[in-house]
């Protein structure tokens, strides 16, 4: 980023933190996408008093800068897929070459807690997690433990939250999209939409038709017929402090209470969560200045160990290749 579009993002960042118009349109993004898997910025405009020039202009600039990030996540059970996490012990240093050719990686990263150590979250058919735990321990390292997870979380972030000093994670409730998780059909076009919004959201119906070379009406009778129930929902993410200002941390939550770990996705900071029974796994960049704060919140809810990410990581979408007609998976751990 030159200078001049370093000046540019800290001018919209500010009218960001001031203007709860400006706030109240990129939640109305995310929401309006969540209900609707496609998004009028001219209706939300309109809706927040917001002149449409304007509204565009500021949505566009924040998400070509990467400040602001709308992409969808899987629902994973509707797909017959599982997201397991693996912690391991590396043993190579070309660890994440071995990483990258799992079919189903979702996203790796080296992680430092208790050592050095590797995060894979890995969402694939349930029936070869033994497969999965082969190949890691011959091509990465020992594993230390893995956890299986039901479903990732959408949540709904409170950028009012940017107005003060320090998030109130006690008082913050558990609110997010939840959806019917059974099983349902799909095909590798379907898969394709999907993997297209999980690099990227919103996007016009000709944008998808357009990538995926399909006729128009095709793709929009898809989107809002079968890929709406396949889709978990579309996070929303700001992306307003730099990394060593605001690290990246991995935390592992368990016990009853692990569900509580869904708070992070309602404060204003960049999340992701997966639960499970009595277990929870969270990514969130989080200020210095907050650390105590949310170690204070995390031991309330359960037992829990953190891990500080290192900036580079693995992140993937759904792999359109692993789609077996009709609407199954291949039982593949490596692209090889």
Same mark, same amino acid.
């Not at 095909?187 to 919103?202: C, F, G, H, Q, Y």
């Given at each position: 980023?030159?200078?001049?579009?370093?000046?540019?993002?800290?001018?919209?960042?500010?009218?960001?933190?001031?203007?709860?118009?400006?706030?109240?349109?990129?939640?109305?993004?995310?929401?309006?996408?969540?209900?609707?898997?496609?998004?009028?910025?001219?209706?939300?405009?309109?809706?927040?008093?917001?002149?449409?020039?304007?509204?565009?202009?500021?949505?566009?600039?924040?998400?070509?800068?990467?400040?602001?990030?709308?992409?969808?996540?899987?629902?994973?059970?509707?797909?017959?897929?599982?997201?397991?996490?693996?912690?391991?012990?590396?043993?190579?240093?070309?660890?994440?070459?071995?990483?990258?050719?799992? @079919?189903?990686?979702?996203?790796?990263?080296?992680?430092?807690?208790? &050592?050095?150590? #590797?995060?894979? $979250? *890995? +969402?694939?058919? =349930?029936?070869?997690?033994?497969?999965?735990?082969?190949?890691?321990?011959?091509?990465?390292?020992?594993?230390?433990?893995?956890?299986?997870?039901?479903?990732?979380?959408?949540?709904?972030?409170?950028?009012?939250?940017?107005?003060?000093?320090?998030?109130?994670?006690?008082?913050?409730?558990?609110?997010?999209?939840?959806?019917?998780?059974?099983?349902?059909?799909?095909?590798?076009?379907?898969?394709?939409?999907?993997?297209?919004?999980?690099?990227?959201?919103?996007?016009?119906?000709?944008?998808?038709?357009?990538?995926?070379?399909?006729?128009?009406?095709?793709?929009?009778?898809?989107?809002?017929?079968?890929?709406?129930?396949?889709?978990?929902?579309?996070?929303?993410?700001?992306?307003?402090?730099? @990394?060593?200002?605001?690290?990246?941390?991995?935390?592992?939550?368990? &016990?009853?209470? #692990?569900?509580? $770990? *869904? +708070?992070?996705? =309602?404060?204003?900071?960049?999340?992701?969560?997966?639960?499970?029974?009595?277990?929870?796994?969270?990514?969130?960049?989080?200020?210095?200045?907050?650390?105590?704060?949310?170690?204070?919140?995390?031991?309330?809810?359960?037992?829990?160990?953190?891990?500080?990410?290192?900036?580079?990581?693995?992140?993937?979408?759904?792999?359109?290749?692993?789609?077996?007609?009709?609407?199954?998976?291949?039982?593949?751990?490596?692209?090889?």
């Amino acid at each position: 980023m030159n200078k001049i579009e370093n000046i540019e993002r800290k001018r919209y960042v500010k009218l960001l933190m001031k203007d709860e118009k400006i706030r109240n349109l990129i939640v109305g993004l995310a929401k309006q996408l969540n209900q609707e898997i496609i998004a009028d910025l001219k209706v939300l405009a309109e809706r927040y008093q917001i002149p449409y020039s304007k509204a565009w202009r500021v949505v566009n600039f924040l998400r070509s800068t990467g400040v602001l990030t709308l992409r969808a996540e899987p629902n994973y059970p509707a797909l017959g897929l599982t997201p397991t996490l693996y912690i391991v012990d590396i043993d190579t240093k070309d660890w994440s070459k071995y990483a990258d050719k799992l @079919l189903y990686l979702k996203y790796a990263v080296e992680a430092y807690g208790k &050592g050095k150590r #590797a995060l894979l $979250l *890995i +969402t694939a058919p =349930s029936d070869i997690v033994k497969e999965h735990i082969e190949y890691i321990e011959s091509n990465i390292g020992k594993i230390v433990e893995y956890h299986v997870f039901d479903h990732a979380v959408i949540g709904v972030p409170n950028l009012n939250y940017l107005t003060i000093d320090k998030v109130p994670w006690h008082e913050i409730p558990v609110v997010f999209y939840d959806k019917v998780r059974s099983k349902k059909k799909f095909d590798k076009l379907d898969i394709s939409i999907i993997a297209s919004l999980e690099k990227d959201a919103p996007k016009k119906v000709s944008e998808i038709s357009e990538e995926l070379k399909v006729n128009r009406k095709t793709i929009e009778y898809r989107m809002k017929s079968r890929v709406a129930p396949l889709i978990e929902g579309f996070q929303l993410r700001l992306s307003l402090w730099p @990394l060593d200002i605001a690290p990246k941390l991995a935390v592992v939550v368990r &016990g009853s209470e #692990a569900h509580r $770990l *869904i +708070t992070i996705m =309602s404060s204003s900071y960049p999340s992701t969560v997966y639960i499970g029974r009595n277990i929870a796994f969270g990514i969130i960049q989080l200020p210095c200045k907050e650390r105590i704060n949310f170690a204070r919140y995390l031991s309330t809810i359960g037992e829990w160990e953190e891990y500080i990410l290192e900036p580079s990581e693995i992140r993937r979408t759904l792999p359109v290749e692993a789609v077996v007609e009709p609407g199954n998976w291949i039982e593949k751990v490596s692209k090889e």
